[in-house]
């Protein structure tokens, strides 16, 4: 496989038959020079892996260059993936590694991002949003961000992996590299912390 390879992070190559291939099928399709199925992986995991690397950084453009540099090495070391875990674990640590290594370079922390409170991208310039729902969007996703980041890192992320990119408690224990129980007592202690901190704020919505 080419060694230049240029990845963009909006929009790929869409397969027939959307996501009825399982994550581990794909892989094992690309590990056999099925570029097409490395294409619907980067589809399936661009917007996840961005939505949970922009968590470590303070800026949009960062946590683009790591997923950039996440979905290179899913292209030039596919073979290092081994059937013994699940895909996401895999690439959500490759993920996870890349961003502490930026961090590690930069000697920065991430402080904001665009998240809906279900997870997903904001798009406050949607045309069928009128200014009253752009402008409350904008204000709820930042207080929403603000709790998040008033909350220790560590509880942070555990919520995170659990509520937003609904990891399970197994591929979260692997990624962060602590033990189920310590990840369970992070989140359970993280989602009261974060309850807490948006009490106020939706008793006044």
Request: glycine share 2%; proline share 1%; aromatic share 10%.
């Amino acid at each position: 496989m080419s060694q230049n390879l240029q990845i963009q992070l909006t929009g790929s190559l869409n397969m027939k038959d959307d996501f009825k291939l399982s994550d581990e099928k794909l892989i094992a399709l690309f590990q056999s020079g099925d570029i097409n199925a490395y294409n619907e992986l980067v589809e399936r995991y661009k917007e996840r892996l961005f939505n949970f690397v922009l968590r470590y950084f303070n800026n949009k453009e960062q946590a683009e260059d790591v997923v950039q540099d996440t979905l290179i090495k899913l292209y030039t070391h596919a073979s290092y993936y081994k059937n013994v875990a699940k895909f996401s674990t895999w690439i959500f640590t490759i993920a996870k590694n890349n961003a502490l290594t930026e961090l590690r370079k930069n000697k920065r922390k991430r402080t904001e991002s665009l998240w809906t409170e279900d997870g997903n991208p904001l798009d406050i310039n949607s045309k069928e949003q009128s200014l009253d729902q752009k402008t409350h969007n904008e204000f709820a996703i930042n207080q929403l961000n603000r709790f998040l980041d008033e909350i220790p890192e560590n509880f942070r992320m555990a919520v995170v992996l659990r509520d937003f990119q609904e990891l399970s408690y197994d591929e979260i224990s692997k990624i962060l590299e602590i033990p189920i129980g310590t990840i369970k007592s992070r989140i359970n202690r993280g989602r009261i912390q974060l309850a807490e901190k948006m009490k106020h704020f939706k008793e006044q919505k």
